[in-house]
């Protein structure tokens, strides 16, 4: 068992909506703060939205106002709330944490294997 794994990604058209969940499990769900990147093919990984441990939210401009970010703690779960999806939203999407803030990928020390999000035209 990895200690980050995404669930919830697969095909959607184009302003439709997809739920992404992010399952923590051996570390300590309250100690780290949990963000969500995505990488499409030949372009650099791009930071999307965190929720700090204090479930204090951060968006990336690109997605500010479409997709929301929370936390469940009981559940030890992130979840990414994706609406209004657009194609160039088409990407692995990865859950990272760690116990460093900030919206750069070398910060988080833990990731999981991502999820694909196809979104069609």
């Known amino acids: 068992q990895m200690p980050l794994v995404e669930f919830g990604g697969g095909p959607v058209q184009a302003g439709g909506s997809l739920r992404l969940s992010c399952r923590v499990s051996?570390?300590?769900?309250?100690?780290?703060?949990v963000a969500w990147f995505r990488q499409a093919p030949m372009k650099e990984r791009e930071f999307v939205a965190l929720?700090?441990?204090?479930?204090?939210?951060r968006y990336s401009d690109s997605v500010r106002g479409r997709f929301t970010v929370s936390r469940d703690g009981p559940r030890k779960e992130v979840f990414l709330q994706m609406e209004k999806l657009k194609p160039k939203a088409s990407a692995v999407y990865y859950c990272?944490?760690?116990?460093?803030?900030?919206?750069?990928?070398?910060?988080?020390?833990?990731w999981g294997p991502g999820t694909q999000v196809t979104v069609s035209a």
């Open positions: 990272a944490g760690g116990t460093i803030l900030g919206t750069t990928g070398d910060l988080y020390s833990y």
């Open positions: 929720a700090d441990w204090d479930d204090h939210a």
């Open positions: 051996g570390i300590p769900f309250k100690g780290i703060h």
